[in-house]
């Protein structure tokens, strides 16, 4: 089993509609769990970071835990084409030396 | 605020040259990582450096990589000698100090090619 788990996708969702991006991670003393985006050949941006069970909201990114479920989730509202990109989750467990650990990542096409 | 520097951002070898990388972190962050990108996956770490003190290689092969952050700001990435399978994303990534909670920001990588 992977550390943590995405699917690959792709995801792809109409321009307008909420994306949902989803991640599991296996290590349940993981404390802090990051989202990064990355384009094309470029590197990857981090886009959103959560440390407590619920949701928080950033513009149109909204993330969300769940420590006991060892889930984390990523929506993306009113999808624009500009967001087509592949998503990494990132998990860091204070274990493991806060060792940031990456997902495969999905990508995900917004269709016009 | 200026991102995380690397250069170069391309590099073509044949199999069995050295090669190097360089980055230089955001001012002020402590911490620096290096981190292997292969296609279709996520960034692993190679090592992680604590101001000058690497305090995380177990991921680095050590019989052909090696690293230094001698002053405890930039810090260089060599390879010696390349191999075919090291064809990959080479990325430096910066954070104010590795607490558990310290959020890392990438440098655009070097893209690396081994003929």
């Known amino acids: 089993q992977k550390e943590v788990e995405q699917n690959s996708g792709p995801l792809s969702v109409p321009e307008g509609a909420i994306a949902s991006l989803n991640c599991t991670y296996s290590?349940?003393?993981?404390?802090?769990f990051f989202w990064y985006r990355q384009y094309s050949g470029k590197s990857p941006e981090l886009i959103m970071s959560i440390y407590s069970n619920g949701d928080k909201e950033d513009g149109r990114f909204t993330a969300q835990l769940n420590k006991a479920s060892q889930y984390v989730s990523l929506l993306i509202r009113d999808s624009q084409p500009s967001d087509s990109a592949t998503y990494l989750c990132a998990v860091k467990t204070a274990n493991a030396g806060n060792m940031l650990t990456f997902g495969g990542g999905t990508r995900l096409m917004v269709k016009p | 605020e200026a991102g995380v520097v690397q250069s170069p951002r391309y590099k073509i070898i044949e199999k069995k040259q050295p090669v190097a990388f360089w980055c230089n972190p955001i001012s002020g962050h402590n911490t620096l990582y290096w981190y292997l990108q292969n296609l279709g996956q996520g960034p692993e770490l190679l090592i992680r450096?604590?101001?000058?003190?690497?305090?995380?290689d177990s991921q680095l092969p050590k019989d052909r990589f090696s690293a230094e952050r001698l002053k405890g700001v930039d810090s260089t990435l060599k390879i010696q000698p390349a191999e075919l399978g090291d064809s990959a994303v080479y990325l430096c990534?910066?954070?104010?100090?590795?607490?558990?909670?310290?959020?890392?920001?990438f440098g655009p990588g070097t893209r690396l090619t081994v003929l």
């Open positions: 290590d349940r003393g993981s404390q802090s």
């Open positions: 990534a910066s954070s104010e100090r590795d607490r558990g909670y310290n959020e890392q920001f």
């Open positions: 450096y604590e101001n000058e003190e690497a305090v995380d």
